[in-house]
């Protein structure tokens, strides 16, 4: 006779969910046949079934990723889920019914493992927000055109653009956003080597770089640069 298998509460898939994300640095649904990433879901069902783990050594790292979680992040995505917004659409009702369940099964999964990349992104764009207006308030106009300024700056974003192709030279090209410790902006349009010349985002650096115009976009005051050069800050 099978073994039963034995409910799992929403907290367990929510967690479990949350390490995989962490664990894979991405999300991936279901039913997209062809594409080399991992459905979320079938780690997660895999390692609450206790199988064997989809590549070897995932469970280990899910452990690891699942015990490093942020504080309060299960119950962040729970109470999130749970109080869906004034006009919900089917998947957040359907949500908010799941999280207050008791016990789920295998078939809830997916939409919960949805969850948690729902919700990360809800975060991201609160955050977004915020920040934009910050830099509304805050970010000046820097230096003059054709000036050298020297500052020291936070990469914010590094955005990669449509890549030109010149002959058999491929020119890359990024979009970095910096902001200064008054808050001021600035965006460097960078064509480099390779992504490995540029500067990690979230990382201080020491940068000299000239001045090429002033524009406000969205209310926000942006200075744009080229010629940068630029060290880590701890470098520098």
């Not at 805050?138 to 300024?149: L, N, P, Y």
């Not at 965006?187 to 524009?215: C, S």
């Amino acid at each position: 006779m099978a073994t039963a298998v034995r409910p799992w509460t929403p907290a367990e898939i929510i967690r479990t969910s949350a390490a995989v994300l962490t664990m894979r640095g991405y999300y991936q649904p279901l039913g997209r046949p062809g594409e080399q990433a991992i459905p979320t879901a079938l780690d997660v069902t895999a390692h609450l079934h206790g199988w064997e783990p989809v590549q070897r050594g995932d469970r280990a790292r899910i452990a690891r990723a699942a015990a490093q979680l942020a504080p309060g992040t299960v119950e962040a995505v729970t109470a999130w889920a749970a109080s869906p917004p004034p006009q919900p659409s089917t998947y957040r009702l359907r949500l908010a019914r799941l999280v207050r369940s008791a016990a789920l099964t295998e078939d809830d999964v997916p939409v919960l493992a949805s969850a948690v990349h729902a919700w990360q992104r809800t975060q991201q764009r609160a955050a977004r927000a915020a920040q934009a207006e910050t830099d509304r308030a805050r970010s000046t106009h820097q230096g003059a055109v054709e000036e050298r300024i020297t500052r020291r700056l936070t990469v914010a974003a590094v955005v990669e653009q449509p890549s030109r192709t010149y002959g058999y030279r491929v020119q890359l090209r990024y979009l970095v956003r910096l902001r200064d410790e008054s808050g001021a902006v600035y965006v460097w349009p960078a064509q480099p080597k390779t992504r490995e010349d540029l500067p990690a985002e979230g990382q201080e650096i020491e940068a000299r770089a000239t001045v090429t115009r002033h524009e406000t976009y969205q209310g926000t005051a942006q200075t744009w640069v080229t010629r940068v050069r630029w060290t880590p800050a701890d470098q520098a």
